[in-house]
């Protein structure tokens, strides 16, 4: 296995605001905004762009190969191109392969997903095994659900520990400028909240909002003539857990910790505590708490201490996936997000410390089924 | 410098119109099974797996690589797929070269397919059309390749007696591929007089619907000759793509294929195709885009197409033989074709072709495609 010398750098990154419902915008502007956002204050253009790899989904679009409704506006024309039909930052981990190998300078990594334009209730149980879990009505609440239950029961733990954790993420949410929340929900509202797939309630679910995110990877040549200080990707992986929900190992996620234990290892990095910061994707709280600790940021069971800490990395300053879930780019905001603190341009969020180093997290499928995990530095 | 990729591994599945013995978890299991077996590897040795199929709405299944990680002994591996429509086969193994080249992964398993027989192709496909501005006006894929082809009739000489002659020359390749499922001879007069579908496009200018698969396994060039002793090298891939409803869009000639063309000979030393090339693997979704495929990857001027399927150049003892196996005409299952054709070429170049191996084939050139006639991959193998 190579070296973790860094090679490939985030030179850039967009997003849009995250926003249930953008009424006033379709899939195409929600990129576009995300792009020219992204090469605001870079002298870089498209013209520089060699490639694009981008993230969305079909079922989401309601569109064959919607990749192809969307070249223009990638700035795809021309270029190589190709379509991850995973959360952007699956793309990330392409384009950083393709920079890495030497094949090309600059990378254009695009994610978007507008899920009120379509069943997120649909996507989900089409994911699903079509002869024998299907028809049990699987789908990502019922998954969420159970996983929650076998989390709380494995670790002993109750309902309180998952209204704490999404109001954290809630008031973060409402801190960020880029994530629209009218009032952050308290400890008590969260707990008070309907009842949708026990005992998870309504605001320990993960929201759908329509967002679109971009990243700009370049080479160590490029990276360094734009910078001084660039913001490397020093390692990435992914695993995926088996489709059978049943089959998987109750309250925890495995396949999270295998992607993170290859990261950390081609990143060099002994200890997670050790980065500034940490971003990860889940679709309820308890599966919020569950990366948390296959990230190995603390023991099993223990990780609403890593929420509580006064010390070690700052969790979720952008308020996670939970309050802003732009189904195909949640990851990828992550990263946007984590590259935005390095660079000290969060704005309102933006943490009190010097983020040089940083754990992005992503997660795709029924029950959180696929992880990648990538770490990124000065 | 990028490491080198070899493909030491390929196998395909029995191709059908209708696979009822398995599902398409099944499939791709089978043809994944054939090809570790063919590498003499288990998936133990496997670091990680790109899954290439078709829309999800050809099968209807969502993010089908998940239900597929267990059929496939994937568990706590990467596993991610690429979706280019008709050429995923190939953008899949071109995300998995880029693994292999940058270092980050030793051995990769792409696996390719399409389960046509379970959803509604022409359908799905017509929902590539902007819900806005497109779906009032065109159904399926076939009547903007008519006009693709109506168009280099006149301009480029791509007459129905040429194309018809593709599909005698693929149909009559294929009884000679085990793989093929279509045996069935053809001639140019039976492809001129079968019923049009949407003219000039007719019955027998038009590849079967499958079921099938095809896998490959990559290995870092250092460790290829310790696995397999004739590795075949993959010297570049490309894949392009064109921006919909491009004003200056060419009917004639397709710059995604151009262009991928270029980079890719540029990066495997190609300077004269019709002559550095032993044997071709292309993709035809219909027989007369083969002519064109002629011409945008330089096997002949621009023009030149019909002049070289009449001169024989391009059959099997021709100096250029282009699909050897049949291509489309033997076995569509579209998602995998991509595949199929590089797997063909692996064949070709280490001399396992069998029954219709080029003999000395030494440098093979693969093509492949999708979307709205906008995506285009180009490869390069070598032994």
């Known amino acids: 296995m190579m070296a973790s010398s860094p090679k490939v750098a985030i030179v850039a990154s967009g997003q849009t605001r995250m926003e249930p419902g953008r009424a006033d915008a379709q899939h195409i502007d929600l990129i576009a905004e995300a792009i020219r956002v992204a090469f605001l204050g870079v002298p870089l253009s498209m013209r520089d762009v060699d490639f694009v790899i981008d993230a969305g989904s079909d079922v989401l679009d309601g569109r064959s190969i919607s990749n192809c409704g969307f070249l223009g506006v990638m700035g795809a024309h021309h270029k190589e191109e190709s379509r991850v039909e995973e959360d952007g930052l699956w793309a990330v981990w392409y384009a950083w392969q393709k920079v890495l190998a030497g094949h090309a300078d600059v990378g254009l990594v695009v994610g978007y997903g507008k899920p009120s334009e379509a069943s997120i209730h649909d996507f989900y149980a089409s994911q699903s095994e079509p002869f024998y879990q299907r028809p049990l009505g699987l789908n990502h609440l019922v998954a969420a659900g159970l996983q929650a239950s076998q989390y709380l029961h494995r670790w002993r733990l109750d309902e309180a520990a998952l209204a704490r954790v999404a109001a954290v993420d809630w008031a973060n949410a409402a801190a960020n400028p880029r994530v629209v929340v009218e009032e952050a929900p308290s400890i008590a509202d969260i707990a008070g909240s309907g009842p949708v797939s026990p005992p998870l309630r309504e605001l320990m679910l993960s929201r759908p909002v329509d967002g679109a995110a971009v990243v700009v990877l370049a080479s160590e040549r490029v990276a360094r003539k734009l910078s001084a200080e660039p913001i490397w990707i020093r390692g990435m992986w992914a695993a995926m857990d088996e489709h059978s929900l049943g089959a998987r190992e109750p309250g925890s996620f495995p396949a999270c910790a295998a992607a993170a234990s290859r990261a950390y290892a081609l990143s060099a990095l002994g200890d997670p505590n050790s980065v500034d910061l940490v971003e990860v994707s889940a679709h309820s709280a308890a599966g919020e708490l569950m990366v948390l600790e296959a990230l190995g940021l603390s023991e099993p069971g223990a990780g609403a201490r890593v929420i509580d800490a006064a010390s070690g990395p700052a969790i979720n300053p952008s308020g996670g996936a939970l309050p802003a879930d732009p189904v195909m780019a949640t990851g990828l905001v992550r990263l946007t997000e984590a590259h935005l603190q390095a660079m000290r341009e969060a704005g309102t969020n933006q943490v009190n410390r010097d983020v040089r180093s940083a754990i992005v997290h992503a997660t795709g499928g029924l029950g959180m089924q696929n992880h990648c995990v990538a770490v990124i530095g000065r | ?383």
């Open chain 2, 1 to 383: 410098m990028p490491y080198d990729v070899a493909i030491v591994g390929t196998g395909q599945t029995e191709h059908a119109r209708r696979r009822t013995d398995v599902d398409q978890a099944g499939l791709a299991r089978e043809a994944a099974l054939r090809a570790l077996a063919d590498a003499e590897l288990s998936m133990a040795d496997v670091d990680s797996v790109v899954v290439a199929s078709g829309p999800v709405l050809f099968a209807a299944v969502n993010q089908p690589e998940k239900w597929l990680t267990d059929a496939l002994g994937a568990r706590m591996k990467p596993v991610v797929r690429v979706t280019s429509g008709g050429g995923t086969g190939l953008a899949g193994a071109a995300f998995a070269f880029q693994q292999v080249a940058s270092g980050i992964a030793e051995k990769v398993l792409v696996v390719a397919y399409d389960k046509l027989s379970e959803g509604a192709l022409q359908y799905s496909i017509s929902t590539l059309y902007d819900p806005f501005w497109g779906r009032e006006f065109a159904v399926g894929i076939m009547g903007f390749s008519a006009a693709y082809w109506r168009a280099r009739m006149d301009e480029l000489g791509h007459t129905e007696e040429a194309a018809a002659r593709v599909s005698v020359k693929n149909h009559a390749n294929a009884f000679d591929n085990p793989y093929a499922h279509m045996k069935k001879a053809v001639t140019i007069e039976e492809v001129l007089a079968s019923p049009p579908l949407a003219w000039p496009i007719k019955l027998l200018d038009v590849p079967p619907i499958s079921d099938g698969a095809c896998a490959i396994v990559l290995a870092r060039g250092d460790l290829a000759p310790k696995v397999c002793s004739r590795p075949a090298w993959i010297r570049a891939i490309s894949y392009y793509a064109e921006a919909e409803n491009g004003a200056g869009r060419s009917l004639l000639q397709s710059e995604p294929l151009q262009l991928a063309a270029r980079r890719t000979y540029r990066l495997a030393g190609i300077t004269n195709p019709r002559r550095q090339f032993d044997v071709v693997e292309l993709q035809e979704p219909y027989s007369y885009f083969e002519l064109s495929y002629y011409e945008g990857l330089g096997l002949c001027a621009p023009g030149g197409a019909a002049r070289l399927i009449e001169s024989g150049a391009t059959e099997r003892d021709g100096d250029i033989p282009v699909n050897p196996s049949g291509g489309c005409m033997g076995a569509n299952p579209i998602g995998a074709v991509g595949l199929i054709r590089l797997a063909e070429a692996a064949l070709q170049v280490t001399g396992k072709a069998g029954a219709h191996q080029i003999e000395g084939a030494h440098r093979a050139l693969v093509q492949s495609g999708g979307g709205w006639a906008n995506l285009r991959g180009v490869a390069v193998v070598c032994a």
